[in-house]
Structure formats: C-alpha cells, structure tokens
C-alpha cells in the first residue's frame, strides 16, 4: 500500500493506483476528456492522451498525467495549483485551435464533453488560430455519423473498438496533425465490418460520432394527414429516458414514455415487449424442436443486430446456430403492417411504424432489404432514446410531470418475460420460463432463473427442465461473445443454448441510450429498474399474454405454422 497526500488530504491506496483514482476516491475532481473506466468489464482506456489531467508532484519538475501515474508511498500531490489549471487550459486551448466552433449546430450540444470543459475554464475565444483539418462527413450507413474533424484523438472508440468489441475497425491512422482514428485507409463505415454497435458512439466525448438521426421524417409523418403513424418502443427505453429528463436514473418511466408518445401525436402506442412474448413463442417452439432433436445446437436466441452483423462478418461457419426467428423489432414490424393493417382497414403503405430503440444497429436492421417485402418495410422509422428526447423537447413536453398513460391494445399488452429482453441474460430467462411449461405441461414453480442474471461478460450454467438438462452461455459485449464462439467453434465446449448482446450489460447499455459519462453505475440501476417492473407485473410468462394467445387464434394458427414462418422468421447471411 501508499500513503499519500492530495491537495493536503491523506489517504492510503494500494500500489499500482493511479493518481487519479486516488483522487476520485477523495472526491476530488480531475478533469480529463480521454481516461475511460469500464469497471463491470475491466478495461480501462488509458491512453494519456489529452493531458488536461497534469497534476504537480512534490519533487517533480514536470507536470505528471493523473490517469497514467501510479503513486507511491509517500507521495504528495497538488491538482490544482496555478501551473496545472493553466497547463489544463493551454491544452484545451490547443484542442480547440483545430476544432470547429459550431456548438450551436452540433448534434452533441450540451452533452459534449469538450464543450463542459472548455466553459468551466471559459473559454470565448480561440486563442490560437492555425491550421484546421477538413474532413468530408461519413454518413455512409443508416446508423453512425462520424464527423473527423471533431475528433480530439482521445482514443476511447479505439478501446470500445477493438479491445472491449474485439471488432477492430477503428484504429490511429497517420502521424502528427493528420492523426485520426478511423477504418483502413479512411474508408466509409459502410465499407469495413463495422457492426453498427454504437459502442463508439457511446463513449466519444465529444461530437465526432454520433447517431443518424431520423427526425424530421418523423415529423413529416405526424404531420401528415394520410399517414397512421403508430409507435413500438423497446424494453430498455423506459428505464432510461427519465435520465434526459432530470429523473432519478433506475426509475422505469414506462407510463410517462406512453404519455410522452400520445403527446407527440402518434394514433398508437404500442410495446415491443408484446413483440418479445411473440419472440418467446415462437423461439421456444424452436429451442424444443432443436434440443429434441439435437439439431443445430447450441442454438443462438435472436434479438441484437449488433450480433447479427458480427456473426456474418466473423463466423460464417456458424451460420448454423442463430435461431430464425425475427427479432422482436421486426416481429412488431410484420404483425403491425399484416395482421393489425387488416384490422384497421389500411393499407401497410399508410401505416408508418417509428421503433424506439436504445441501439443504433436497430436503424441498420430496420432498412434490410429481406424486412421490405413488396417494397414496404415492416419498419419505417427507428428513433434513439436519446433522439425521441429530443423530439419529446422541441414538442415542449416535460416527461417528468406527466400522468401515466398505457399502452394501446392489443399490441401494447406485454408480460415480464418481454420486459427484461432489456438486459443480458434476460431474453434467456424469458424463452426458459416458457420452455418449461409448454415442454411439460407443468407450473414453474420459481419463476427467477437468477443465474443468468448480472452484468458479467461470460455467464455459464445448466438448468434442469424437469429432467432435461439444459447448458446454458450468455454474453454481453463482443469480445466475451467471440471468446464463447471461438470455443464453441473449436469444439471445446458444449451448449444447448446462447445468448448474445452486442453491447455490454445488454441493451439498457446501447449505443442510444443517454450518455453515461463513465458513470457504470447507472448501467446497474437500468438493470434493476427492468427487473422491478417484471416483478410487477400480473403476467410474467409470454405465453400467457392474452394479445398472443388471442394473435395465435385469430391470425397466426401455432408457433411455428407456414404463415408463423413466412412473417416471422428469417434467415441471415446474405
Ligand atoms: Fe433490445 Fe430487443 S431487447 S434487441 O436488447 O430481442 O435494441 O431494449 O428492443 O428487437 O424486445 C434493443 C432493448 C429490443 C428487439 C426486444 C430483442
Ligand atoms: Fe466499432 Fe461498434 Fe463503433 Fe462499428 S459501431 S466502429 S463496430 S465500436
């Protein structure tokens, strides 16, 4: 251990700390715009690149960076003395020499890291006037805009990237002033094995990646007389969303979202929770006939897109293994634009379906051509978490005080099984609840499966359904997922079933959620805010939704029938 002193307080700390850790655990605030602490995941980005985090060293001649200097027993640090504040000011000063002064316009505004720093030292004016990079916008894909000429070279979505995403895409390319990360030779998005993860997007301080925003073609369809313009939103939205608003982050929100929406305009609200019951059916329906049958196993359960894209790209020998079904964005999609078109009379033409979705490759998935047939996608529109609130904003409505609302019916109408497809290991626990009973006819006795709960990266165990014993792998974060499909692979594992999610925790930590800042600790009151609400509620196994019983008898015949297949399954790998 360390005894050490910072701005005259002691503390001990074992060796190998950083100054900056140090420090956090004094509750002094150092700032920095490139150190990241993935804590639930163990990865850290300590690249030290910015140096907004120098500090004085008793004995030191140089300024030393906090994030990448370990302390020592005996140590004395000062982080706020004249020399460091102004040092962290020249280096903001020379950050924004080469940034481009349009805050107004930048879709990261009043969320950009850069831009808190740069007002806290206040600065108004660019001191230093030199040459300025131009770089042409990538906005070559539907998810992701990467705008260079903001980058500031921290480096934190080369991290995400390539170590915690082990995807590989962006990377330092060049030297000196004409250093950026990007894909090989600055190719599009579009062009290299980006999987759309948002992972990057994620963790940018500042507005050099950012999202496709779909907005105003959501605004044209609000406003358009002809349209029937009906939104689905995701599980993890409503245990987010409050945060934009000032809400303490883990309150689940869901009938204030549904108000939200009413408010905007759209003629229904409906939850893609009821498309995950639908998932749950049909998906059960398969794992049976697959464990049965020994067939194809392990077999992978759909949902993430993000995975989807990564497996194509990475392991088309495995093509084999993920489930067909569609996920549950698409599922709505299908039922909305066939079964409840024909409910209302209209034409899928004149039904605009908007996704809310904490993910930006959901925007990737939606515009698949095989999820358009005749020409008519299933999914017009998907929004962000963060995108709706700002639609919810410019609307001038403060999601906080208003009166819940619920879903309408019979699209809205969901279990708890579909809520917590939010989080890792939940769309497991969802597809075993019902795996169980309609495999034995029996009542579950323990509706929790709390093994494959947590947000650890790899989680392994068996379950024992009544006699079959069933091996069970869930993963969060693709580097853990490639890890678990290098092996099975290999042949040096054996599974029955696979859960994947792209991002880390599941999607109550994608790529559109409100910026956590590198605070994980709202990660695992997202986590908990799903769960509560499962708890909550009066059914909690999607077989037992009465809206999918009744979309059984009246539509779709069984799980797994010839019309079940033609709209609600697929298959990848193009
Ligand atoms: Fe998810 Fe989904 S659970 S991927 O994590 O399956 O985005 O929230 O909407 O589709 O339901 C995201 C979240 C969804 C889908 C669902 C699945
Ligand atoms: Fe890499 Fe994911 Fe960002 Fe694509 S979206 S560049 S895969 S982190």
């Given at each position: 251990v360390a005894n050490i002193i910072i701005n005259d307080k002691k503390i001990i700390v074992e060796s190998g700390t950083t100054i900056l850790e140090a420090a956090q655990k004094l509750h002094i605030k150092i700032p920095t715009l490139c150190h990241l602490d993935l804590h639930d995941i163990k990865?850290?980005?300590?690249?030290?690149?910015?140096?907004?985090c120098v500090v004085e060293v008793e004995g030191r001649r140089n300024l030393a960076p906090a994030c990448a200097t370990p302390v020592f027993d005996g140590m004395v640090v000062k982080t706020n003395t004249m020399r460091a504040i102004q040092a962290r000011r020249t280096v903001l000063e020379l950050i924004l020499s080469d940034h481009p002064f349009n805050c107004l316009s930048c879709a990261k505004s009043t969320d950009c890291e850069l831009q808190v720093l740069a007002n806290e030292f206040g600065?108004?004016?660019?001191?230093y006037q030199g040459a300025a990079s131009h770089y042409p916008l990538d906005i070559s894909n539907k998810a992701i805009r990467r705008d260079l000429n903001k980058c500031i070279m921290c480096r934190r979505c080369e991290t995400m990237c390539n170590e915690v995403q082990t995807v590989g895409v962006l990377t330092g390319y060049q030297r000196g002033f004409e250093a950026v990360v990007a894909p090989a030779d600055m190719q599009p998005l579009s062009e290299s094995t980006c999987v759309y993860c948002g992972q990057c997007v994620s963790v940018c301080p500042t507005g050099a990646l950012t999202e496709q925003t779909a907005r105003p073609e959501i605004w044209n369809a609000l406003f358009d007389p002809d349209k029937y313009v009906i939104a689905q939103t995701a599980p993890a939205i409503r245990a987010a969303i409050g945060e934009e608003f000032g809400m303490a982050p883990g309150e689940a929100v869901t009938g204030k979202l549904v108000a939200a929406l009413n408010n905007l305009g759209f003629d229904d609200v409906f939850d893609t929770d009821f498309a995950a019951d639908l998932t749950i059916m049909e998906e059960a329906n398969e794992i049976v006939e697959r464990v049965t049958r020994q067939e194809n196993l392990p077999i992978l359960t759909s949902c993430c897109p993000g995975w989807i894209n990564f497996l194509e790209y990475q392991f088309p020998d495995l093509s084999h293994i993920p489930s067909t079904c569609k996920s549950p964005q698409q599922m709505m999609g299908a039922i909305v634009k066939s079964y409840y078109a024909e409910k209302l009379g209209k034409?899928?033409?004149?039904i605009v379906l908007v996704s809310v979705m904490p993910c930006l490759a959901k925007k990737y998935e939606a515009a698949r051509p095989e999820f358009a047939p005749q020409g008519v996608p299933d999914v017009d529109h998907v929004v962000s978490t963060r995108g709706l609130a700002k639609m919810i904003k410019e609307a001038g409505i403060d999601l906080a005080t208003l009166e819940d609302e619920d879903f309408d019916h019979p699209l809205g109408e969901s279990t708890g099984a579909g809520v917590i497809f939010g989080v890792s290991g939940g769309v497991m626990e969802a597809a075993l609840r019902t795996a169980y009973e309609t495999v034995t006819g029996k009542q579950l006795a323990k509706l929790e499966f709390k093994q494959v709960r947590g947000l650890e990266a790899i989680k392994t165990t068996t379950v024992n359904l009544d006699g079959t014993i069933l091996r069970l792998a869930i993963t969060s974060g693709l580097g853990a997922a490639r890890t678990v499909l290098e092996q099975i692979r290999n042949n040096e594992v054996q599974y029955d079933i696979i859960e994947i999610m792209a991002c880390p925790g599941g999607c109550i930590n994608g790529g559109g959620q409100p910026s956590i800042h590198g605070d994980f600790s709202l990660i695992e009151k997202r986590r908990q805010a799903l769960y509560s609400e499962d708890e909550g509620k009066a059914l909690r196994k999607s077989h037992l939704n009465p809206s999918i019983q009744k979309l059984y008898e009246e539509f779709l015949g069984q799980p797994g029938s010839e019309k079940a297949h033609r709209l609600l399954h697929t298959h990848y790998f193009p």
């Open positions: 990865m850290v980005n300590r690249t030290a690149s910015c140096r907004i600065i108004d004016t660019r001191p034409k899928p033409e004149d």
